[in-house]
């Protein structure tokens, strides 16, 4: 398993690399500081093919030829600020795609989930996490349009998660996810971890803590399976 990982999170990628290869994300000032470190704002997984923004630093872009996993560019490049920061954010699954206004061409194109939903929030990846059938989210609009369309859905306010340069971050970015395993850059003691305990109880998933303090936005553990 290889994890791509906010670079400034390094205490939380000793305690990932028990599980995987990590590569550190930075995009230097391509976009404003606080989401500089955030793979989601450039890498979007839609189905089984992965999209990135043309505008990717370069050594993701060779990770993902070394790891020999194809993608594909993007249309628009990321800018450095909201709302040009939220065209590859999105949330997308065989049952459900959540997007905005804002998403990239290249990633309407290719959805082929069962329900499409459009929501006012362009940062969809970091506000909404699904973990078996229920969902999480940081944002009132997302957990809205959810609840129409009938899913279970938990809001959380996200005043406790860190994130540097800003008031806090949201649970999207804070989690990571693949096959039966569920990452969270929490601690136990973390006010999310309750929640996403029983959540994981709920749908036999493995819950695996990976700090001792609290939450952090790292942008999401993106988790990419290299070519056997």
């Known amino acids: 398993m290889h994890f791509i990982l906010d670079h400034r999170a390094v205490r939380i990628a000793e305690n ?11 995009a230097g000032n391509i976009v404003y500081p606080a989401i500089s470190g955030h793979p ?29 996993v194809p993608i594909t560019t993007g249309i628009k490049k990321v800018g450095f600020r909201y709302p040009d920061t939220a065209l590859y954010n999105v949330f997308c ?7 905005s206004k804002h998403t990239d061409e290249s990633i309407l194109s290719q959805l082929k989930s069962d329900e499409i ?15 078996g059938s229920e969902f ?16 279970s859905v938990h809001f959380v306010k996200p005043d406790k998660i860190r994130l540097s340069g800003v008031p806090n971050g949201f649970i999207g970015g804070t989690l990571g996810q693949i ?27 493995e819950l695996i803590f990976l700090s001792k303090e609290e939450a952090l936005d790292v942008g999401g553990i993106i988790c990419v399976n290299p070519v056997a």
């Open 16 to 26: 990932l690399s028990k599980y995987g290869e990590v590569s550190f994300f930075d």
């Open 40 to 68: 989601d704002i450039f890498i979007a997984k839609i189905h089984d093919q992965w999209i990135l923004a043309p505008n990717a630093p370069s050594d993701i872009i060779s990770h993902f030829d070394i790891l020999q």
């Open 136 to 151: 999480i989210t940081s944002d009132t609009g997302i957990e809205k349009e959810l609840k129409t369309n009938g899913k």
């Open 117 to 131: 939903i459009s929501v006012k929030q362009g940062y969809i990846a970091c506000n909404l996490a699904r973990i």
């Open 93 to 99: 699954d065989e049952e459900i795609a959540v997007v």
């Open 179 to 205: 096959d039966e395993r569920v990452f969270f850059t929490g601690s136990e003691r973390s006010f999310y971890s309750a929640l996403l305990r029983d959540i994981c109880i709920r749908q036999k998933k």
